[in-house]
């Protein structure tokens, strides 16, 4: 079956740091590629997606390539804020049985520090 | 524009009840899924409901059902509760039950089972 794995958090850095939260999933068929945000007290919001090998996703300064060779779909983020403190899962979306079934990763918890 | 709505947003259920869970969808949206999140976990997809029909189901048994009605909100029925069965249920919404389509998440219910 699919599968997505996120590094073990929590990721715990200074304001202004370079950010990475490594994504690897395994999967059946072709999916697309999410990455989704969870801020305190709120519910889960797209942050970026890729539907294909090499296409990267992009929002508020977070990137992510969808790397096929390597399974990946890392974040990354040049320069964190306070604000950027969340809890982020990486998620695919592939066929399966004729509909289209996603499956998220644990999630990933980021504090930054000022 | 409203977003998604989830109702109640906290219950308290003894093992062996039954649960009904509900969600209201984003305006304009037509399908609507179910998660699981258990602590420290990701969503677990339950099942999908697209234009009243299930389409497409995780790996939950059959006391878990669902219904979509004509105004695209959905409930979430819960039979025989178990004591794993506590946990956050999100709800979401989206146009559409394509590749790449954007969830859009309620901030869930929590079900404590005792």
């Known amino acids: 079956g699919n599968s997505v794995t996120q590094m073990e958090g929590p990721v715990t850095l200074s304001e202004e740091a370079f950010l990475t939260i490594n994504c690897t999933y395994t999967?059946?068929?072709?999916?697309?590629l999410f990455w989704y945000v969870q801020y305190p007290g709120e519910g889960l919001q797209l942050l970026l997606k890729?539907?294909?090998?090499?296409d990267k996703g992009s929002n508020k300064g977070f990137e992510a390539t969808y790397r096929k060779e390597t399974t990946s779909f890392h974040l990354e983020k040049g320069s964190v804020q306070v604000s950027d403190s969340a809890v982020y899962f990486c998620a695919l979306s592939d066929l399966t049985g004729g509909s289209y079934i996603p499956t998220f990763g644990r999630g990933t918890s980021l504090i930054v520090h000022p | 524009e409203t977003g998604v709505t989830q109702s109640p947003t906290h219950l308290i259920k003894t093992r062996g009840q039954q649960v009904t869970l509900r969600c209201s969808s984003q305006s304009g949206h037509n399908t609507v899924s179910w998660y699981q999140q258990a602590l420290g976990q990701g969503p677990q997809f339950i099942f999908q409901?697209?234009?009243?029909?299930e389409n497409g189901r995780g790996n939950f048994p059959p006391r878990f059902s669902g219904l979509q009605f004509p105004n695209y909100s959905s409930e979430l029925n819960v039979n025989a509760l178990e004591l794993d069965d506590s946990a956050l249920y999100l709800c979401a919404s989206s146009w559409g039950t394509g590749r790449a389509t954007e969830a859009f998440f309620g901030q869930g219910t929590r079900l404590t089972v005792v």
């Open positions: 890729a539907t294909k090998a090499d």
């Open positions: 999967a059946t068929g072709y999916p697309s």
């Open positions: 409901y697209y234009r009243e029909e």
